[in-house]
Every structure is written in C-alpha cells, then in structure tokens.
C-alpha cells in the first residue's frame, strides 16, 4: 500500500507511562504533520516537519511531548508520564510541499 | 480570531437538496484552501482544493473562494445520505517564509432520507 501508516492502532497505556506512535509517510512526501483529535472535535495541530528545516513544534501542549522524524521518512511522536487527558485519536498526515494532505488511519491512545 | 474558522452545526439538510458549507479565513497570505471531508471514527479525506477566485466544479461539488471577502465555500448538490459527515475546511500560507497549514474545526452535515 502506498499511503501513509500508523502503528499501533490502538494503545492502552496506564498513566505515568511512556508511549511511542509510528507514522510511515507516503515515499517521496517532503512535509510530515502530527494531528491530536479528542472525541467530537477538531484537528488540533501538534507539530510540523518539512524536508531538512527545523520543525515547527508549536502545536505541542507540554514538555512531555515530542516527535522526530528519521531520514526525512518514519516520525516518531512520543508522549512521556502519560495522563488521561492526552486520550485522544493520533493522525499523522503527509503531503508534498503544499499540496493535499494524506491522512493515516490514526493511533487511538486510551490512558487509564 | 481563530485563523480559519466554520460553524460547528450541524447543518441538516434534506435529501436532494443543495448543501452549503461555509468557511472564513484571516490570513490574507493564504493561497491554497482545501476541503476534507471525515465520516465518524475515520480520517480525513480531500474532497476538492481551490486557489483562484471563482468557482471550481467536480461531480456534485463546487467550491468557491473570494479573496477579497476571505471566504471558501463547498457546495454539495443533490445531497445524499452517505455525504452525511464533517468537513473540514484548511488554508496553506506562507507567512515569512514559514509554512501553514491550518485546518477549521469542521461543520458536522446531516442529510436526512
């Protein structure tokens, strides 16, 4: 498949823990985004990675988040000491320069 | 002032008839705007983009975009069932030579049989 991939689907996690969500961009994408939607609500903006510049991290909500991208491919977003409120549905996009974004099928987080 | 901003709704409209969604954007650097389009639980999917004023049609949508009004538009003829979803509107800009690219928080649409 072509498009972009997320692992896990699903995450449980307990509070306090650490976790680590996977976003395969589609091959040859330069642009690479984070989304966080919360049931019933919008696209919330968590960080922005386009080719070799540094990434855009202002849509991160605290310290305990922060993402990388490796090779100018895979992202990684981890979320460190987990807590409820960060349950929520995790989509990574990617897209070529500023053209449309490709949705993954997202990383559902359930902190207990 | 959100940057891009739509109404939450829902907006329910009957079957066959038309469907507007409406959406308003601040930054007049904006220079591509796009329309997705999310059933529930999945992910978003583009249904059209626009980057001229005027109207642009595919199939059962146009979208229309003015600039000097700031506003896009998407408008869904013969409405059906299965368009029932939310849509989202995004602005791409480059801003000081930053990149951005910003998403509405979406109108939820209701097509009822």
């Known amino acids: 498949g072509a498009g972009v991939s997320q692992s896990p689907s699903n995450k449980v996690t307990e509070k306090g823990k650490d976790v680590e969500l996977r976003c395969d961009p589609i091959s040859g994408h330069t642009a690479l985004y984070w989304y966080r939607q919360s049931l019933g609500q919008g696209l919330e903006f968590l960080i922005y990675?386009?080719?070799?510049?540094?990434?855009?991290k202002s849509g991160l909500p605290s310290d305990r988040f922060s993402a990388e991208r490796t090779g100018g491919s895979v992202s990684t977003l981890t979320i460190q000491r987990t807590q409820q409120e960060d349950s929520a549905v995790y989509l990574c996009a990617s897209s070529w320069a500023p053209n449309e974004q490709f949705f993954g099928p997202g990383t559902r987080l359930t902190v207990l | 002032q959100k940057e891009v901003e739509q109404n939450s709704g829902p907006l329910s409209v009957p079957e066959g008839a038309i469907a507007s969604l409406n959406c308003t954007y601040s930054d007049r650097g904006s220079q591509s705007f796009f329309w997705y389009r999310q059933y529930s639980g999945k992910s978003p999917e583009l249904i059209m983009f626009?980057?001229?004023?005027g109207d642009k049609e595919d199939g059962r949508f146009t979208a229309q975009l003015n600039k000097a009004s700031q506003y896009v538009s998407l408008l869904i003829r013969d409405s059906q069932p299965s368009d029932s979803a939310t849509y989202l509107c995004a602005a791409y800009a480059i801003t000081s030579g930053t990149y951005k690219y910003i998403f509405g928080t979406g109108t939820r649409l209701k097509v009822l049989a």
């Open positions: 990675f386009q080719g070799n510049s540094a990434p855009d």
């Open positions: 626009i980057y001229s004023n």
